[in-house]
């Protein structure tokens, strides 16, 4: 980490020695694993190494971004000198500038705890045994299921970064990850040949969900869509899975951005300190967990990062504007990035969920679609289950979840207690109310 800040110190340096005014200097490395195994064969090893230079250079009213992999010495100082010298050939912006120095202090004291030493000790062998053990699991409890095909797979690497700001901000840190996965590939009686999956992701390799139940659940979720069919179209109160939660929630938050909001194409323009959503719906933006895998002591200007709230009590209460793109709207930054998501979590699981739904559909997977940050109009495809009498019954697909963001989160009914620890997002199960879906 200290060669990684040294070196990052050298190139900003240099930057200014050719003639920048200000330079932003980041130097980064990596290595990372991943094994895809299928069907009792190795199919696939990638190992990824890297190290990189990127440097952001301000020069004479200009702005100019370059990056190289080539960190020799003798390579360094002729890539920076030529940097320099095509950013002067930009067209000027007044906006670009490196961010107001007196904003990089206040950075919280607290280890983050992102970074496992056993990232340093995973063996091949290891690997290929999880590999083989996955797909074991998922066959072992098939029974009759009609089982085409059984893929697993099993990552993990480390990165380490230092970033310099010639006005005065330096930072370095180091993380780590692990993940797994299984797939199960079922044959239907139509030739149809539907798909479960499942995985875990976290930094540290002790916190990684037992393999057993990561190929129990791909293999229940492949035999829970055999013989699926159409849904008539209509209004049905709807259940979505956890997993498929963040596609709402990042489609709701888009708009929130510096770009969308600086355009004006974004629905939530004019909108802060307004309900904008369910009073079930709260959720805060936490940098500072522990172990978080979007877990950050800084952002992408430098800014040291708090905890704070995205929307509380279905009130929006930010919006999500990095240093740039403020000097262009003439405000003050709000910090563009997000972290790790904290819900107001509600009682129930999945189940006690779909058993309080009575009548409708559950929603465990979107298939693509679109939404319009202007007006909010959204239209997804989608699949699950009906629920029927509080249980769930046959399988749909091809079905079409269309209205708009705004009313969408209005119909927020319940929020489940089951957050999904595999992503920064941490969404739980949630229940809408009303919303349209249409047989494709």
């Not at 901000?169 to 299984?182: D, H, K, L, M, Q």
């Amino acid at each position: 980490m200290d060669e990684l800040l040294r070196a990052a110190h050298e190139a900003a340096k240099q930057a200014q020695a050719c003639g920048a005014d200000e330079a932003k200097a980041a130097v980064v490395r990596s290595r990372g694993v991943d094994l895809e195994w299928r069907d009792g064969k190795l199919e696939k090893v990638q190992e990824r190494t890297r190290r990189a230079l990127s440097i952001e250079l301000y020069v004479d009213g200009r702005y100019g971004a370059s990056s190289t992999n080539d960190l020799r010495p003798e390579a360094v100082g002729p890539f920076i000198a030529d940097a320099v010298a095509m950013t002067r050939l930009l067209e000027p912006d007044p906006h670009r500038a490196l961010p107001d120095p007196a904003r990089y202090g206040g950075r919280a004291d607290v280890d983050l705890d992102l970074f496992d030493p056993a990232v340093n000790e995973v063996s091949s062998e290891e690997r290929l045994a999880l590999c083989r053990d996955l797909e074991v699991m998922a066959r072992d409890g098939a029974g009759d299921l009609p089982v085409v095909s059984v893929a697993t797979g099993v990552g993990d690497g480390f990165s380490q970064s230092a970033r310099v700001h010639t006005n005065g901000f330096e930072g370095a840190r180091e993380g780590s990850s692990f993940s797994f996965s299984a797939m199960v590939t079922v044959k239907d009686v139509d030739g149809r040949r539907p798909m479960g999956w499942d995985f875990t992701y976290r930094r540290h390799r002790a916190d990684l969900a037992p393999a057993e139940r990561i190929a129990r659940v791909a293999r229940e979720k492949a035999a829970a869509q055999l013989g699926a069919g159409k849904l008539a179209t209509g209004k049905y109160t709807i259940a979505v899975d956890s997993r498929a939660v963040p596609r709402l929630i990042s489609a709701f938050l888009a708009p929130l951005s510096g770009p969308s909001l600086q355009q004006r194409r974004s629905l939530w323009e004019g909108r802060l300190g307004e309900k904008v959503a369910s009073e079930l719906l709260t959720i805060y933006d936490d940098p500072l967990l522990p172990r978080g895998l979007g877990s950050a002591l800084w952002d992408g200007d430098g800014f040291a990062t708090r905890r704070r709230p995205l929307v509380e009590q279905g009130v929006l209460c930010t919006y999500l504007i990095d240093d740039y793109y403020a000097r262009k709207m003439g405000v003050e930054p709000t910090g563009a990035d997000t972290h790790n998501f904290e819900w107001t979590l509600g009682t129930d699981d999945l189940e006690g969920l779909v058993r309080d739904v009575g009548c409708g559909v559950l929603i465990e997977r979107f298939l693509g679609g679109n939404t319009n940050q202007t007006t909010g109009e959204l239209s997804f495809g989608c699949a699950g289950r009906v629920i029927r009498d509080g249980k769930l019954a046959e399988p749909v697909a091809e079905v079409n979840l269309s209205g708009n963001l705004a009313t969408l989160w209005g119909r927020l009914v319940a929020v489940g207690n089951d957050p999904n620890p595999d992503s920064s997002a941490a969404c739980p199960s949630c229940v809408f109310e009303g919303m349209q879906l249409s047989g494709i």
